[in-house]
């Protein structure tokens, strides 16, 4: 497909230099730029995902199981004297 699009010259002639020096073309070039910047905006914009952490073996202690979030928070915070 051909589009029209405004570059600085002098981002323009940077761009024509590097191009001839590596032996390609300023499409290639300008494609590959594109396609990097773009993968890089994907990857900014994907979701935060908090991975699935486990100490020790893997749950509470068995004296504890049976007990409910407030004796659980009592014991979380009781050496700082909440």
Do not use: C, N
């Amino acid at each position: 497909m051909k589009t029209t699009v405004e570059i600085a010259d002098d981002l323009l002639d940077q761009a024509k230099r590097i191009a001839q020096e590596e032996g390609t073309t300023l499409r290639a070039l300008v494609e590959e730029g594109l396609r990097h910047s773009l993968e890089g905006r994907h990857e900014r914009h994907r979701p935060f995902k908090l991975r699935k952490v486990t100490y020790g073996s893997g749950g509470l202690q068995p004296d504890l199981g049976d007990r409910g979030w407030e004796r659980l928070r009592e014991l979380a915070f009781e050496e700082r004297g909440a």
